[in-house]
């Protein structure tokens, strides 16, 4: 008997959406991780830039969900060449920073776990 398979997460179904795109346009080709690595800081800079001298509550809206996205995208074809899982991964992050910053001596605080 075959071993029941889990549904699909979000994460999963937005990546296999975003190789969709990508397998359609024959662009895995240029999707090496360097590569990638590379746009995901080039788009986290447009993303930066919204920002940039001025309030940030006046940051365009839609600007910066499509360079979010942006972000999210090349992240998710990164995680995917690499074959991380990435909803696995940021869990496991969420622990090991649980155990850095816990609430009783961070909430509230903006210190490194290494800042007394």
């Known amino acids: 008997m075959k071993p029941k398979r889990r549904p699909k997460s979000q994460i999963g179904k937005l990546t296999d959406a975003v190789l969709k795109f990508r397998d359609a346009r024959d662009w895995k080709q240029f999707h090496n991780s360097k590569d990638l690595s590379l746009a995901i800081t080039i788009e986290a800079a447009e993303l930066a830039e919204l920002f940039l001298w001025k309030d940030a509550k006046k940051a365009d809206k839609r600007a910066l969900a499509d360079e979010l996205a942006d972000v999210i995208v090349y992240c998710l074809l990164l995680a995917h060449e690499n074959g991380i899982d990435i909803e696995k991964a940021i869990r496991s992050k ?10 009783a001596k961070f909430k509230g605080t903006a ?4 800042e007394e």
């Open 111 to 114: 210190r490194k776990y290494n």
């Open 94 to 103: 969420l622990k090991q920073n649980a155990k850095k910053y816990p609430v």
